[in-house]
């Protein structure tokens, strides 16, 4: 449609202070509008009212920019639809004027639209633009049955009207903006709810100023609050006293500045017990920018704390634990760069820094062991498998001394995640293992120049190692042979008569006496010849006491005991010479002392018949020793005494084979004195012979009581001479006699030292 | 035999043998002379020595295991004649030049020894 002159003629004046009203009562109306509808009646009513006209219409730019008819009055729907969407201005467009059309034949629209208006009964018509924020938004028409020329007045009336359609558009447009603002907010507070309400981890929103909104499900079973109780719940209270300070301020201080904040603190569960809650906030805005508060999310980092700490003092552990040994000790991740090394480090060469950032080891090996030790760890990074290695490594004052190296991978499912690598100092055990070995040579020919053969029992695989070849020859047993384990040696070896001997001696294996030794006889196995043989060892246990190995020595003494018997043979023989002898002796004396004094005949037999009772007694025990017992019955009984009335007490007491002889001469002649003359002479008397140990001498005494009464001899015979004489002699005893009335007393003290004990 | 010659002579007599020293010792007294001890053993050999007056010895070669050939040669220091007894024949475990007894012995063998010394 082409703007039209103006036609100005002809336009029915109302009186000026009836339009101010009439726009007055427009302006009212919509500022009471509640709808759009009521905005735009009123608006219809104006137009009318104040230009005279008999209808009009009100149209806008719907959501694709065309012209709509939005209210209408005196308009049928066959013309609103044939004119729809026609307009002079584009949406959004600025400045546009009001357009007057003072009669449409006049114009040069098309026939048709000619023919549209004027059948609807217009003739002229005004276009008038409405306008919101500068924008054109949409327009008003007013209509007129005939040509009417638009004048100026018309024109502000129009405008002015149009104008404050203008304004209550825009605030209807806020309105509905805000409407939808308000809306969308809710929604997306609703929204938010929803999705957090069972979300896993603890979310919550608070006001601007610091109180609880909202509380997701998780954080309120936390704290132990109702959804109704959240608007006056105070969770400032719950926080650990300890850490409630730098919270308070921490979240003042995001409040005040409206940022984001990340705090940890510890607050109280219910049901007790403090938790370790790691937030994050951040501010939160409404759509239209409005600060809200803040939204936040709590995670629960007790255990990921505990654990973290257990691992820190696990990793502190390890570390003092690692300085605290005497190796050095290092861990590598699983491509072998070296992380960690202990202390001791300083004891060695220094190693480098490769420009990656690795330590570089291979300045801590001795060179000539570097090419061995790469390969082992090379191979072990392969694999993932430990390795061991003994090489030198340079220590930091330029010696190499012997280590072994051992480093074990630690895996997870499979995969080697770390290596975990020990170095231990053998360089002293090293020596001292040569010095060892030496040493262990030279017993060993030592033990064979001794003739003794070396051997191990195995007891529980029954498996031996015979270590010398002295022991080959022993047995006579080729050196490539196996050696017998115990059953071949009893059945095989050893004497059929002797195999009890075996039996015995390992039965009688124990813990207090680990030793053993058997002397038995072999059969050799080259000449199947009969030979002694003397094996002494000591017996290993296990935890349990049970006997796990016999080492020892085991030497052919067949040669040693054909001495032994040989001389055996001669002792025999001697006694047998000796006890003739003295059997020769009593007879000489008896025939020699026929029709002579019998008293001293008797002297004589008596102390021949007790030298030859001891004798005999030393001749059963090899003349080694004699037990004071054993020798004080038989130098006492022979006599026929009642053994009763001489009471023997006293400790076990071993004599030499001459200590023997004279006591028994010492008490053959207290026990003749004591029938002649003392206490046993009469059947009355009684003799307690008694001997005890004191700290360093043993002391004998012979107490006589119930004989007559005692006298101290007039002189001194060769009784008293022997009993002195001989024990001071062979015992270098004092002997002290006490003739009290009631009987003899005679002590013999002997020096400790003088008998076997 | 000159009993005489052994009127008075100070005899130390070591002998383990109790009986053997109660025989010499009777002999030797019988004859005049004065017997110290006897002794039975080397250390009590020694301190006769040390403290008597001794003009002749009779010594036992062995003396309950221990050679007496410290007390001879701590008489002949002393310059005092010194005659050994033995029952094991003539061979003498240490040099010795003086007269050697050996046992059994007679009474008038011991004193002829001891008066040729």
């Known amino acids: 449609m082409q703007a039209a002159e103006t036609d100005r003629t002809a336009v029915s004046q109302r009186p000026a202070d009836s339009v101010t009203e009439i726009v007055f009562r427009l302006t009212d109306r919509l500022y009471r509008a509640t709808s759009k509808d009521e905005v735009f009646e009123a608006a219809l009513e104006a137009i009318c009212e104040a230009l005279g006209c008999t209808s009009a219409s009100i149209l806008q730019f719907d959501g694709e920019q065309v012209m709509r008819f939005v209210a209408w009055r005196g308009l049928s729907s066959g013309y609103r639809n044939a004119v729809d969407g026609h307009s002079p201005w584009k949406a959004g467009q600025r400045g546009a004027s009001p357009i007057y059309v003072t009669d449409i034949l006049q114009t040069e629209e098309p026939a048709w639209l000619k023919e549209v208006i004027t059948k609807e009964g217009i003739r002229s018509l005004a276009f008038v633009p409405i306008e919101a924020h500068g924008q054109i938004v949409g327009k008003f028409m007013s209509y007129f049955g005939s040509p009417h020329s638009w004048n100026e007045r018309e024109n502000e009336i129009a405008v002015t009207i149009a104008r404050q359609v203008g304004f209550a558009v825009e605030r209807w447009r806020a309105e509905e903006a805000r409407v939808v603002v308000e809306r969308e907010l809710r929604l997306s507070e609703e929204r938010f709810r929803l999705m957090s309400e069972d979300a896993p981890v603890m979310i919550w929103t608070s006001d601007a100023n610091g109180h609880c909104r909202h509380l997701n499900r998780l954080l309120r079973e936390f704290w132990g609050v109702t959804e109704s109780e959240i608007s006056t719940f105070r969770w400032d209270e719950t926080i650990l006293p300890e850490d409630a300070p730098h919270v308070a301020a921490t979240m003042a201080q995001a409040l005040e500045s409206r940022s984001p904040v990340g705090l940890k603190a510890r607050y109280r569960k219910a049901g007790g017990g403090y938790r370790i809650l790691q937030t994050e906030a951040r501010p939160n805005y409404a759509p239209d920018g409005t600060f809200m508060g803040m939204i936040g999310v709590n995670l629960d980092i007790t255990e990921k704390e505990d654990a973290e700490r257990a691992m820190r003092e696990s990793e502190a552990r390890f570390r003092a634990m690692a300085d605290a040994m005497p190796q050095l000790v290092w861990t590598a991740d699983r491509l072998g760069r070296l992380d960690y090394w202990n202390t001791r480090i300083s004891e060695y060469a220094e190693g480098s820094t490769n420009p990656q950032g690795d330590f570089d080891w291979t300045a801590l090996i001795f060179p000539d062991d570097l090419a061995a030790t790469k390969a082992v760890w090379e191979q072990a990074l392969e694999t993932g498998q430990p390795y061991q290695i003994a090489h030198r490594l340079l220590m930091r004052d330029g010696s190499a001394r012997w280590h072994l190296s051992r480093a074990t991978p630690i895996s997870d499912r499979g995969e080697v995640q770390r290596w975990f690598g020990t170095a231990t100092d053998i360089d002293d055990l090293r020596l001292a293992e040569e010095r060892l070995k030496e040493s262990l040579q030279r017993q060993l020919i030592a033990v064979e120049g001794a003739g003794l053969g070396v051997f191990e029992w195995d007891i529980r695989t029954d498996r031996t190692i015979w270590e010398n070849r002295r022991m080959y020859d022993i047995f006579g047993v080729a050196p490539d042979e196996p050696s017998p384990g115990k059953d071949e040696f009893a059945q095989f070896y050893l004497h059929p008569d002797d195999a009890p001997l075996l039996e015995e001696a390992l039965r009688k294996v124990d813990h207090q ?52 018997e040989h001389q055996q043979l001669l002792i025999n023989e001697l006694n047998h010479r000796v006890k003739n002898t003295l059997s020769v002796v009593q007879s000489l004396a008896k025939q020699t002392f026929k029709g002579g004094d019998p008293a001293a005949f008797t002297a004589l037999d008596g102390r021949l018949k007790a030298l030859g009772q001891v004798h005999n007694l030393l001749a059963e025990r090899s003349w080694e020793s004699a037990s004071l017992a054993e020798v004080a019955e038989r130098c006492i009984s022979f006599q026929g005494a009642d053994q009763l009335r001489v009471h023997m007490e006293g400790p076990e007491v071993q004599l030499t084979a001459r200590q023997a002889l004279t006591m028994a001469m010492v008490l053959h002649e207290l026990n003749t004195n004591a029938c002649k003359y003392g206490a046993l002479s009469q059947m009355t008397g009684a003799v307690n012979l008694s001997w005890q140990s004191s700290s360093d001498q043993l002391i004998v005494t012979w107490a006589e009581e119930g004989g007559p009464p005692c006298l101290a001899p007039t002189k001194r015979g060769f009784g008293s001479v022997l009993i002195e004489q001989a024990a001071r002699a062979d015992l270098q005893a004092k002997v002290e006699r006490d003739f009290r009335p009631e009987g003899l007393v005679c002590r013999i003290s002997i020096p400790e030292q003088r008998v076997i004990s | 035999m000159n009993a005489t010659s052994l009127q008075d002579r100070a005899i130390l007599i070591v002998e383990d043998e109790f009986l053997i020293a109660l025989e010499a010792s009777e002999i030797l007294e019988a004859s005049g002379a004065t017997v110290i001890g006897p ?79």
Not at chain 1, 543 to 556: C, T, Y
Not at chain 2, 65 to 92: F, I
């Open chain 1, 513 to 564: 006496d680990p030793s053993y030794r058997m002397v038995a006889r072999i059969l050799r196995k080259s000449d199947r010849e009969l030979r002694w043989l003397e094996v002494s060892g000591r017996f290993e246990f296990d935890g349990s006491g049970q006997p796990v190995r016999l080492i020892g020595v085991a030497a052919d003494i067949t040669e040693r005991k054909q001495l032994e």
């Open chain 2, 39 to 117: 002794a039975y053993r080397l250390d009590e050999a020694m301190t006769l020595v040390e403290s008597n007056r001794v003009d002749l010895a009779l010594l036992d070669v062995n003396l309950n295991g221990e050679l007496s050939d410290p007390v001879v040669a701590a008489l002949q220091l002393k310059g005092v004649p010194v005659a050994l007894t033995t029952g094991y024949g003539n061979k003498l475990p240490f040099t010795f030049l003086g007269p050697v007894l050996t046992k059994p012995y007679t009474p008038d063998e011991l004193v002829a020894v001891m008066g040729a010394l």
